[in-house]
């Protein structure tokens, strides 16, 4: 597949803590996309990447950031965790106008 | 955003059975993707479709992209245990921004 790898794969944090996730791809995709997946609502953009230092907001961008300081890796960061935003995490890539690539997901539990 | 409207939200059907679900959009799309996602990983690409009115197959998988642009349609025949999970509609209207459906989850009985 794309190579895609998302670290951690699970994590357990309190309220108010700050955590960032991390994406890491290896097929020099230009585009990378964090999402948030939960029950009833399926997959929801949060932000998005069109190249190094380039990223937009999805629909869902509320409490949540990026960063992308290389091709490779794609960085979202919770400043101030909260219960709501206790999900499942998927980073995808894709180049162009091409389908995305998905990794295995990020559980994060908010406590 | 945009809303798509996946049904049926979960299916139960034998082996051997063939299966049928539709996603459909108040907006006009220009690719139509369907995935599927196994417990604990991440939705696999099965079948990218580019234009209006295309049949694309990928073994037992049919998928359509309705002639309105508003609808995508999928079909698996003859089910086997192994297609156990949740199949995702995804539509891109235009740019590089897809949304997804809610998903239908298949459950095949031996």
């Known amino acids: 597949d794309a190579g895609i790898t998302q670290s951690p794969r699970h994590k357990v944090t309190e309220t108010g803590t700050p955590v960032t996730l991390r994406c890491h791809q290896t097929?020099?995709?230009?585009?990378m996309y964090w999402y948030r997946q939960d029950p009833g609502h399926g997959l929801r953009l949060i932000h998005y990447?069109?190249?190094?230092?380039?990223?937009d907001k999805g629909e869902v961008s509320d409490g949540y950031s990026v960063s992308r300081s290389k091709t490779e890796d794609f960085l979202l960061t919770l400043e101030s965790a909260t219960s709501s935003q206790t999900s499942v995490y998927f980073c995808?890539?894709?180049?162009?106008?091409?389908?995305?690539?998905f990794g295995d997901g990020t559980r994060l539990s908010i406590l | 955003g945009q809303q798509l409207n996946q049904s049926p939200q979960s299916m139960f059907i034998q082996e051997g059975e063939d299966v049928s679900m539709n996603c459909t959009s108040s907006?006009?799309?220009?690719?139509w993707l369907w995935y599927k996602q196994d417990p604990g990983e991440g939705p696999v690409l099965l079948i990218a479709?580019?234009?209006?009115?295309e049949l694309t197959s990928n073994g037992r998988l049919t998928a359509q992209f309705g002639i309105t642009r508003k609808d995508s349609f999928l079909n698996i025949s003859a089910s086997i245990p192994s297609d156990v999970g949740i199949y995702f509609c995804?539509?891109?209207?235009?740019?590089?921004?897809?949304?997804f459906g809610t998903g239908t989850s298949l459950t095949v009985i031996p």
């Open positions: 995808a890539s894709a180049e162009g106008n091409q389908p995305q690539h």
């Open positions: 990447s069109y190249g190094v230092k380039d990223t």
């Open positions: 097929e020099n995709h230009r585009y």
């Open positions: 907006s006009i799309f220009n690719t």
């Open positions: 479709l580019y234009k209006a009115g």
């Open positions: 995804a539509g891109q209207p235009t740019g590089n921004q897809f949304y």
